[in-house]
T-cell receptor
Framework: KQEVTQIPAALSVPEGENLVLNCSFT??????LQWFRQDPGKGLTSLLL?????REQTSGRLNASLDKSSGRSTLYIAASQPGDSATYLC?????????FGKGTKLSVKP | NAGVTQTPKFQVLKTGQSMTLQCAQD?????MSWYRQDPGMGLRLIHY???????DQGEVPNGYNVSRSTTEDFPLRLLSAAPSQTSVYFC?????????????FGQGTRLTVV
């Protein structure tokens, strides 16, 4: 059974720092991996989708990498801003459905 | 382009009542699914569908029914609501290419069962 773990569960940083969020999964037979952002009381917004043939994707200040062989993905946020404060979720996509980690709650202090 | 639309946004039910959570997508996606999100538990899959007329159970299907008569709609029915079903429910849709490509989510329905 696929299990997805996100470390750390919570993170507080001062504005301007570069930071890394981690996601690990137990079964490397995945098709894709997707990173989401969730603001309090809101739905999930897709940030980046990495297909299994890719090693990374970039969007603005965000960069996500995928290493299937080691079962790991990282989300790198450059020059963090208070507006980046949210919960970040990773989901691995196997044959069937998305399996989610429990998320990393990020707080960026001005 | 509306994407994935869920109604209602909020609902309070009494124990034993039934109701249907609505989900509609306008992207012609084959795949649709329902998740519930609970504190400390993350998002858990309830039911999913890979096309009209095809549904299957996820991780936590008990107490819920689904049907998929059209590509656009995937309603979730609570047969007899219980306090344990108090949660936030999310509907998602995606295209399929050997598997789910990537999901789009609705804004959620916050359900309280008293």
């Amino acid at each position: 059974k696929q299990e997805v773990t996100q470390i750390p569960a919570a993170l507080s940083v001062p504005e301007g720092e570069n930071l890394v969020l981690n996601c690990s999964f137990t079964d490397s037979a995945i098709y894709n991996l997707q990173w989401f952002r969730q603001d309090p009381g809101k739905g999930l917004t897709s940030l980046l989708l990495i297909q299994s043939s890719q090693r990374e994707q970039t969007s603005g200040r965000l960069n996500a990498s995928l290493d299937k062989s080691s079962g790991r993905s990282t989300l790198y946020i450059a020059a963090s801003q208070p507006g980046d404060s949210a919960t970040y979720l990773c989901a691995v996509i196997g044959q069937g459905n998305l399996i989610f980690g429990k998320g990393t709650k990020l707080s960026v202090k001005p | 382009n509306a994407g994935v639309t869920q109604t209602p946004k909020f609902q309070v039910l009494k124990t034993g009542q039934s109701m249907t959570l609505q989900c509609a997508q306008d992207m012609n996606h084959e795949y649709m699914s329902w998740y519930r999100q609970d504190p400390g538990m993350g998002l858990r899959l309830i039911h999913y569908s890979v096309g009209a007329g095809i549904t299957d159970q996820g991780e936590v299907p008990n107490g819920y029914n689904v049907s998929r008569s059209t590509t656009e709609d995937f309603p979730l029915r609570l047969l007899s609501a219980a306090p344990s079903q108090t949660s936030v429910y999310f509907c998602a849709s995606s295209n399929l290419d050997r598997g789910v490509i990537g999901a789009f989510f609705g804004q959620g329905t916050r359900l309280t069962v008293v």
